[in-house]
């Protein structure tokens, strides 16, 4: 049986260039970069190649890349770091309550701890937060704002250049969960009113446990991790050579193909979407309806489980999620769905189908054709479904 991968909003297969690049870096060339012999100087020059290649991905400067081991890491640093250097000017966080849980749970763990209090804006039935939300919700004792550019369960891409103007006007740090973006969507992080920016390398066909913040020049953070100077004081640890390596040869190769990609996936999506919406009832598109990712078709339908629904798809061969996929394994209704308003029972059906480079055509047919014969069996044994009426 031939599988159909449709999940790269969890994560992404390693780009063959992206593998040929790291390889030299496992075995030969294994000096550290902290060493001044021509092992680790070798090893530094392809750090500072891949911090590079990472500024130019974001229109930053290399200086302001800290490397990080992913997203969460990333994420981490830029809340608690930013909490803690400024705990004496205030020490209120405003984010939304759609956000990832890297940023979500971050902002409970300050406040449980007693370093912040965070405001949990409410999302419209997109998943969106206007600029004037953020506005209003910022005080004289707020430090950070913490929202992601793009939702990664159903894709809604937030107004960010606008949210991160107001924060300039308010004097207020603005941070950007960008994990489901970069190397899928243009970024200007300057032009953008940004001020720090989380990625992970694995969602745009790098490795996994590599990542970086973009920390723009003058913003202050407190390390978490302690030790050595490396990554500018901000990161202690010896650097992950042929992670940072991938990370940095999965830039240029996204440089080189997102024009294109962006209109392929894009279409690939729509028609996704508007054939499920014919062959099944009940179901409901979830996000915006054109201010998305380019890869992501995330749905509703009612009176099935999605995990029910998964593991008939992965029976024949497609890989999808329900939700995100940091808690796909959960009973739980996606707190995102529920936060746009989605009712409990609704929400339970959620399926996200996130696309990739290597999706084609057929991918999209064959999903249209197994899953409106999955829903019908599905709601054929569900009570729900028979009391419809």
Known sequence: MSRIYLDHA?????????????LPYWAEEYGNPSSIHQFGQRAAAAVAESRAAVAELLGAEPTEIIFTSG??????????????????????????????????HTCQALEKRGLARATYLPVD????????????AIT???????????NNEVGT?????????????????????????????????????????????HKFYGPKGCGALFVRRGVRLVPLIHGGGQERGLRAGTE?????????????????????????????????????????????????????LPNNASVCIRYVEGESMLLNLDMEGIAASSGSACTSGSLEA????????????????????????DTIPEHIERVLEVLP????KLRAMSPLYQQRN
């Open 240 to 292: 992950n050579v042929p992670g940072l390596v991938g990370l940095g040869a999965a830039a240029r190769i996204a440089q080189q193909e997102m024009a294109a990609e962006i209109p392929r996936q894009s279409a690939l999506r729509d028609r996704l979407l508007a054939g499920l919406g014919e062959r099944i009832s009940d179901l409901v598109v979830t996000g915006h309806p054109t201010r998305r």
């Open 373 to 376: 014969p999955v829903v019908e």
């Open 140 to 150: 004289d004792q707020t430090v950070l704002v913490s929202v992601m550019h793009a």
């Open 334 to 357: 996606s707190h995102v769905l529920l936060a746009m308003g989605i009712e409990h029972e609704l929400a339970h059906g959620s399926l996200r189908f996130s696309l990739g480079r």
């Open 10 to 22: 969890a994560t992404t297969p390693l780009h063959p260039q992206v593998q040929e690049a790291m």
């Open 71 to 104: 997203g969460s890491e990333a994420d981490n640093l830029a809340l608690v770091g930013v909490v803690t250097a400024l705990g004496h000017r205030g020490n209120h966080v405003v984010t939304t309550a759609a956000e990832h849980h890297a940023v979500f």
């Open 157 to 201: 891409i937030q107004p960010i250049e606008e949210i991160g103007a107001a924060c300039r006007e308010r004097g207020v740090l603005f941070h950007s969960d960008a994990v489901q973006t970069v190397g899928h969507l243009p970024l200007q992080v300057h032009a953008m009113n940004i001020d720090l920016l989380s990625l992970a390398a």
């Open 125 to 136: 039935r997109y998943g969106g937060v206007e600029p004037e939300q953020v506005r209003q």
